[in-house]
T-cell receptor
Framework: GAGVSQTPSNKVTEKGKYVELRCDPISGHTALYWYRQSLGQGPEFLIYFQGTGAADDSGLPNDRFFAVRPEGSVSTLKIQRTERGDSAVYLC????????????FGNGTRLTVT | AQSVSQHNHHVILSEAASLELGCNYSYGGTVNLFWYVQYPGQHLQLLLKYFSGDPLVKGIKGFEAEFIKSKFSFNLRKPSVQWSDTAEYFCAVKGGSQGNLIFGKGTKLSVKP
């Protein structure tokens, strides 16, 4: 079946611009996660949704980062006033529910801020 | 807050050698433990998981991991690696029954043919 889909696969933007990254989870998965992975590092947790609500947003680095999931399916990660330090691969994952179900990851969006 | 430590940054082995990748976690309560693998150019995939019961868990492709509660460890093992095991391996922990999944920094495994 279809896996987690992330678009775009690559995004290049100028410092100070606004970007949106989209995630389509596996159908029926109620939990959705966003991670950020820099070169040589493990995935860094950003935010976790259970349904439409953010169950844990403690990983968002500052108020320039925001994520929504208005209908409990597709999610958008929004970054305002991008900085060069935001350059990374942004990973989305979904799971059946937030408990013991394993996470299924997308291929990620590689964001480059110039 | 939970954290995960992976001891080795890069491991280089010849084919047929045995593998053990270390993972230690920090969390005071019940944990769910995972190993994920990322093959070159591919997305993260689940290798194996531990929730409860037998502390020795078996995963795909001949991998296994042992949960040692007293050592807060969940080391990954494979008796005989293959060239196709070349990948990056991530240990991850989820505290309690809910919540987010925290990853270690990963260990890159290179297997020489």
């Amino acid at each position: 079946g279809a896996g987690v889909s992330q678009t775009p696969s690559n995004k290049v933007t100028e410092k100070g611009k606004y970007v949106e990254l989209r995630c389509d989870p596996i159908s029926g998965h109620t939990a959705l996660y966003w991670y950020r992975q820099s070169l040589g590092q493990g995935p860094e947790f950003l935010i976790y949704f259970q349904g439409t609500g953010a169950a844990d947003d403690s990983g968002l680095p500052n108020d320039r980062f925001f994520a929504v999931r208005p209908e409990g399916s597709v999610s958008t990660l929004k970054i305002q006033r991008t900085e060069r330090g935001d350059s990374a691969v942004y990973l989305c994952a979904s799971s059946l529910e937030g408990g013991r179900s394993p996470l299924h990851f997308g291929n990620g969006t590689r964001l480059t801020v110039t | 807050a939970q954290s995960v430590s992976q001891h080795n940054h890069h491991v280089i082995l010849s084919e047929a050698a045995s593998l053990e990748l270390g993972c230690n976690y920090s969390y005071g309560g019940t944990v769910n433990l995972f190993w994920y693998v990322q093959y070159p150019g591919q997305h993260l995939q689940l290798l194996l998981k531990y929730f409860s019961g037998d502390p020795l868990v078996k995963g795909i492709k001949g991998f296994e991991a042992e949960f040692i509660k007293s050592k807060f460890s969940f080391n990954l093992r494979k008796p005989s690696v293959q060239w196709s095991d070349t990948a990056e391996y991530f240990c991850a922990v989820k505290g309690g029954s809910q919540g987010n999944l925290i990853f270690g920094k990963g260990t890159k495994l290179s297997v020489k043919p």
